[in-house]
């Protein structure tokens, strides 16, 4: 086996080993991954205590004891793992707080690893987002909101975008905002159909017009495309804001006098745990459209020389695809 290790940018190696596999796992061979902005913090040693990066990947099985993922069958895994601490149980996800999926072949407990459906024209480019799908099935349903309802998603990231097209699917209306015009040009193709820039648009009084005065019912924080402390502002009174992902590159201030004012409540949500299956039938059903978010492929092998590019103009790619074929 061959995994990429990441101490720091100016430390990367191309690690070889051995490892068995146990009973109970399933030994895939990864095919693709993506570089993401989690990773790109992790290579500028920004308190990411990880090695091995990537927390999205598809492949193939290698080895398997079940009839259900036979040799060969194409798979995505899931980076999610429930840990339980002296009672209390959390989910770590591989690439994030523990090692990754930047490796040629990975060995995964069974519950880690899902087929892709056979019959279905749904490509790797595609089914590799499932676990950002299932991480915005979670932050959905944190959401108390009815059908009909406007919520702003503040960050048009790979995660907002997704979960701006999910939002529509469960029939609320979402209101992106991101001071990248690029991006919401991508979310326009993507059919997202409310979208705000705050270098032109007075956000408020836009989001005050567009909901009859009314406001969103919840904010959902999925980037830093647009300053924290303007987010409060957007919500009704005793709404929500949801921070969603696994971290967010610019550090911000939530105004905390206008959450206190308007008795909102903050939610955070960092995993897709137990939404891999309905990730994949959004994804085989077409609800969730990707193209437009993997602008750049590397091979596996030049990893490295991705690096320095990511540090410098960590806003230059939505998503790095690592090829391994």
């Known amino acids: 086996m061959k995994a990429w290790k ?8 191309l690690d070889e080993f051995t490892l068995e ?18 990773d790109i913090c992790a290579l500028k040693d920004e308190g990411m205590h990880i090695l091995v990066p990537c927390h999205s990947a598809v492949g193939y099985v290698s080895e398997s004891d079940t009839s259900l993922l036979k040799f060969g069958t194409r798979v995505v895994v899931s ?11 959390r989910v770590e996800t ?3 707080n523990r090692d990754g999926f930047l490796q040629d072949f990975i060995n995964l407990p069974e519950r880690n690893v899902y087929a892709v ?3 279905l024209s749904i490509k790797d480019e595609d089914v590799i987002f499932a676990e950002y799908i299932a991480t ?14 406007y919520i702003v998603v503040a960050g048009a990231s790979t995660l907002g975008l997704i979960i701006a097209q999910i939002a529509i699917y469960y029939q609320l209306v979402p209101i992106l905002v991101d001071l990248d015009s690029s991006k919401l040009e991508l979310a326009k193709s993507l059919g997202i159909y409310y979208m705000l820039n705050p270098t032109f648009d007075n956000l408020e009084e836009h989001v005050k017009r567009t909901t009859g005065a009314r406001m969103c019912d919840a904010a959902i924080i999925a980037g830093e495309g647009v300053a924290l402390r303007t987010v409060p502002y ?5 709404g929500q804001i949801v921070v969603c992902g696994y971290n967010i590159r610019e550090k911000g201030h939530i105004e905390t006098d206008v959450v206190l004012k308007k008795q ?14 309905s990730a994949i039938n959004l994804l085989a059903n077409k609800v969730v459209k990707t193209e437009g978010l993997i602008n750049h492929t590397i091979d596996f092998k030049d990893f490295p020389s991705i690096i320095k590019p990511c540090i410098d103009y960590p806003y230059q790619y939505n998503k790095i695809l690592i090829d391994f074929d």
């Open 6 to 13: 990441v101490k720091n940018q100016e430390n990367v190696t």
């Open 117 to 119: 459906p056979e019959g």
């Open 264 to 277: 909102l409540k903050i939610v955070g949500v960092n995993n897709g745990y137990g939404e891999m299956p």
């Open 136 to 149: 915005a099935i979670n932050v959905l349903e944190a959401v108390d909101s009815e059908k009909g309802n």
């Open 234 to 238: 957007l919500v009704k009174d005793e």
């Open 79 to 89: 980076p999610f793992v429930e840990v339980n601490d002296d009672g209390k149980k």
């Open 94 to 96: 591989m690439g994030v």
């Open 21 to 38: 596999r146990k009973e109970g796992e399933v030994k895939v061979k990864i095919s693709k991954a993506l570089i993401s902005s989690t």
